[in-house]
């Protein structure tokens, strides 16, 4: 199936769009065969929500048609652009002095901070500063530091339906998806702002998305079938969608240690993934109207 105008990518990246690419989209985890996580104490395979989605493995580099619709130029805006560059290197060299290079675990992660509180006042100031000029004169605040095993083929989990004191390896992922929630509808989701996501870790990671909005994909999915009748909605459209556009290509790029990546996460289908890594993945979250 052949790309839409849709969601675009902005990249400020020395690489440009070297680091981008196109596959032929989606299959149930079911039919896939699954990465194993062999890191420090933990050797399992991750387990997923019975209605998971994953990219297919054909990647490939994007053709010129492709990339001119995915490329943005103009019109840049909070719902319908990812954005992806480097953060200062003034802000890579004091996120350096705290050495979460080292770290097993989200716990390793956290007391690094702890254990040097004059560079996190630094490196609060400095980030302040940043994301002020990428914050298209809103307000935006701190979401998480984030803390994934490397090899994951999705990082999104909903741990709150798990028992008390649940283990890594009963987690499920949720495969590709949109971060809505009650307060929004498919309809409203272009509003809700963006998120920007930092790799703070000394590997890359993968981000993959869907260059479709909400809206287009559920106009493209009542021509499928009654969207009413079916009670499609903010928390069920990403598995109506990829059962019956699976054929749909889905976006990923390489986002390199100290690069951001600035995403609309409520109005599009994604997830990140460490497939491939042998180390912590450790990112720092944003949430905000972010543009660059």
């Known amino acids: 199936m ?3 105008q849709g969601i675009r990518l902005y990249s400020l990246l020395p690489e440009g769009y070297d680091a981008v690419f196109i596959n032929s989209g989606t299959s149930s985890y079911k039919e896939q065969t699954l990465a194993k996580v062999d890191f420090q104490d933990w050797h399992f395979t ?11 493995k054909d990647w490939r580099k994007m053709n010129t048609q492709e990339s001119a619709i995915i490329r943005a130029k103009t019109d840049r805006k909070d719902h319908n ?8 290197a003034e802000l890579q060299y004091i996120i350096r002095r705290l050495g979460l290079e080292q770290s097993k675990n989200r716990e390793e992660v956290m007391q690094k901070f702890r254990d040097h509180p004059e560079t996190v006042q630094q490196l609060n100031t400095k980030m302040q ?8 004169n809103k307000p935006f605040h701190f979401h998480c530091i984030a803390a994934n095993l490397p090899n994951l083929e999705m990082v999104a989990c909903d741990i709150t339906r798990l028992r008390e004191n649940f283990t890594v390896p009963e987690k499920r992922y949720i495969g590709l998806h949109n971060d809505g929630t009650q307060f929004m509808t498919l309809h409203t989701t272009h509003k809700a702002g963006n998120r920007i996501t930092i790799n703070l870790g000394n590997q890359s990671r993968i981000f993959y998305f869907v260059n479709l909005t909400m809206i287009q994909a559920l106009n493209m999915l009542s021509e499928k079938i009654d969207v009413k009748e079916q009670q499609v909605n903010i928390y069920n459209v990403s598995a ?3 059962k019956h556009f699976p054929d749909y290509p889905v ?6 240690p100290y690069q951001f990546y600035i995403a609309p996460t409520d109005n599009c289908f994604h997830d990140g993934s460490t497939l491939g890594n042998t180390a912590l993945d450790i990112n720092m979250v944003y949430f905000g109207t972010f543009r660059c």
């Open 2 to 4: 052949r790309l839409k």
């Open 46 to 56: 991750p387990l997923f929500e019975e209605d998971a989605y994953l990219p297919k």
């Open 81 to 88: 652009t990812i954005f992806t560059g480097y953060i200062p």
């Open 129 to 136: 500063e940043f994301l002020s000029t990428v914050a298209d």
């Open 240 to 242: 109506h969608f990829f």
């Open 251 to 256: 976006i990923k790029f390489i986002q390199q």
